[in-house]
Nanobody, 127 residues
Framework: QVQLVESGGGLVQAGGSLRLSCAAS????????MGWFRQAPGKERELVAA????????YYAGSVKGRFTISRVNAKNTVYLQMNSLKPEDTAVYTC????????????????????WGQGTQVTVSS
């Protein structure tokens, strides 16, 4: 069983930055594709960013492209989401997820393909 623990959320003014971290337990983290999702009140959960387990491929939702950066340090069992130029519409609970069945350079886009989920961290952007 893999546990994912997010940190780094908080309250920030529009235009500010936050870096979210997702720490994973287990020795096979380096072979998991990872993703960051978010869900705002009254809205469906959406994939914000994803990264292959090799780290060579990344995906971003159109609404965050150019502002958010996903990265990973396999030696630390950690995936990050650097969020810059934050907007009020970025306010949501952000959750990381892991796909244990992934090829080296593959991205996991669909939420149903993820096997493990964290508890989430709240990000609030004030205007």
């Amino acid at each position: 069983q893999v546990q994912l623990v997010e940190s780094g959320g908080g309250l920030v003014q529009a235009g500010g930055s936050l870096r979210l971290s997702c720490a994973a337990s287990g020795r096979t983290f380096s072979s998991y594709a990872m993703g960051w999702f978010r869900q705002a009140p009254g809205k469906e959960r959406e994939l914000v960013a994803a990264i292959s387990w090799s780290g060579s491929n990344t995906y971003y939702a159109g609404s965050v492209k150019g502002r958010f950066t996903i990265s990973r340090v396999n030696a630390k069992n950690t995936v990050y989401l650097q969020m810059n130029s934050l907007k009020p519409e970025d306010t949501a609970v952000y959750t990381c997820a892991a796909d244990k069945v992934a090829r080296r350079h593959s991205l996991t886009i669909n939420s149903y393909e993820y096997d493990y989920w964290g508890q989430g961290t709240q990000v609030t952007v004030s205007s």
